[in-house]
């Protein structure tokens, strides 16, 4: 009999760990290769995780609630001598091994009101900032805890190590407040009420929404937008669309249309930050922000959004929203997402201030389409006219992209709107 040691895979580009929702196997248990041995999920979609082998469980290193970082052993499974699993196959490489993380030493921790040296990477995931605000735990000292992980990441032992060490650099290089102000520990009154729990997703989302604004410098631009064309065109074609096409007519697959033509003339916007490098991604996926029913936020992806013709995006977005309203979701229709567009307009908001997706350099908001009356620029002179309006919201990171891209890119969308073809057919 041979070990084969099974790890959280990888869940999607931005996700860095996810939690364990239950096993399907006990140790001792069967399993056959690619059959199902335990549901995951992370902040954007519940997934099951298929057995790399077969043979049969004997051990299990998490249990149900855990959160795991991606590519941790989660499990082992015993096969026969001759048993190999998927990753065997395919590269013919020995399995890896975990790698033994040795515990803080203490004796070489500064002593109290000395420097500590900062760690150079100051990539805190979700877990960790979750853990760090239950301990009230600086970010100054979560940089000072000493990091093992990939690339000088921190870990969740390592944090762990470090609080059971009694948080030897808690006091090390106090911060000096040159304004003289401190900020009081306030006690406040939270009233009282029914109490009700957050969800595990909407758990999750509020730590990754936290982490967005921690990591990104978020600046917000507005414009508005002439819809009247696009408005007119969509309410007189579909009906003919949806009969020809089978497919309904929102405005959506317009929006996501001139977005990603947008994305085209400036690719900058595509992007994500890595370090100290920018990362311009090739493919053009758009992330649409819908509700589910239990009222959490996910975003399905229409991937490819510039290759895609009306009718195609139209197909795309109607099946990706009909996946959302039923909880049928696959974990591949969440992943990738290059820009986001979140349609607050759908909720009756005049406009919004939406928070980037990470990694990505941007969002959008949508708001809603609402008729007012315009004064508008005519050879014979000012005319007052009843136009459908829009205004539209770009929330960016100020790291990647300036005030001038950011208002160029926004004012291009409302350019391809405004400038909507009539003639079209489809």
């Not at 855990?66 to 699993?85: E, H, L, Q």
């Amino acid at each position: 009999m041979s070990e084969v040691q099974f790890r959280m895979p990888r869940m999607g580009e931005s996700i860095t760990e996810a939690a364990i929702i239950t096993w399907f196997k006990n140790v001792g248990d069967a399993v056959e290769i690619d059959e199902p041995l335990l549901e995951v999920a992370t902040d954007k979609v519940d997934s099951e995780v298929a057995s790399p082998a077969s043979g049969v469980v004997s051990q299990l290193l998490f249990k149900a609630n855990d959160v795991v970082k991606i590519g941790d052993i989660i499990a082992t499974i015993s096969v026969p001598s001759d048993g190999t699993s998927v990753a065997d196959k395919k590269s013919k490489k020995p399995i890896e091994t975990a790698k033994k993380v040795s515990n803080l030493d203490v004796t070489s921790a500064p002593k109290e009101n000395e420097s500590a040296k900062q760690n150079t990477n100051l990539f805190f995931s979700p877990l960790i900032v979750s853990i760090a605000k239950e301990q009230h735990i600086s970010f100054d000292e979560l940089a000072r805890i000493p990091s093992t992980g990939e690339e000088g990441r921190l870990r969740k032992s390592d944090v762990m190590d470090y609080i059971a060490a009694g948080r030897p650099n808690k006091f090390a290089a106090p911060v000096v407040e040159s304004s003289g102000f401190k900020i009081p520990d306030l006690k406040f009154d939270k009233g009282k009420g029914k109490v009700v729990e957050m969800d595990r997703m909407r758990q999750m989302i509020a730590d990754h929404m936290v982490f967005s604004k921690h990591t990104s410098p978020h600046v917000t631009a507005y414009v508005e937008a002439d819809l009247t064309e696009m408005v007119v065109w969509r309410n007189a074609n579909k009906e003919a669309f949806q009969k020809k096409n089978k497919e309904k007519l929102t405005f959506t697959p317009l929006f996501v249309e001139c977005v990603a033509k947008a994305i085209r003339d400036f690719p900058l916007i595509n992007s994500s930050l890595d370090g100290k490098n920018i990362i311009i991604k090739e493919d053009i996926n758009i992330g649409m922000a819908a509700a589910l029913p239990s009222g959490n936020l996910i975003v399905p992806v229409v991937k490819n959004a510039d290759k895609k013709n009306l009718i195609e995006l139209a197909a795309s977005i109607n099946s990706l929203s009909a996946k959302a309203r039923g909880n049928s979701l696959k974990l591949e229709d969440t992943q990738g997402s290059t820009f986001t567009i979140s349609n607050v307009g759908t909720f009756g908001s005049v406009m919004g201030t939406p928070i980037i997706n990470q990694p990505e350099a941007a969002i959008l908001a949508t708001g809603i389409i609402k008729k007012r009356a315009e004064v508008l620029e005519k050879p014979e002179g000012d005319v007052i006219e009843i136009r459908s309006m829009m205004y539209l919201s770009l929330s960016f990171d100020h790291r990647i992209v300036d005030g001038n891209l950011a208002g160029s890119f926004l004012r291009k969308i409302a350019d391809y709107m405004e400038r909507f073809d009539t003639t079209r057919t489809y």
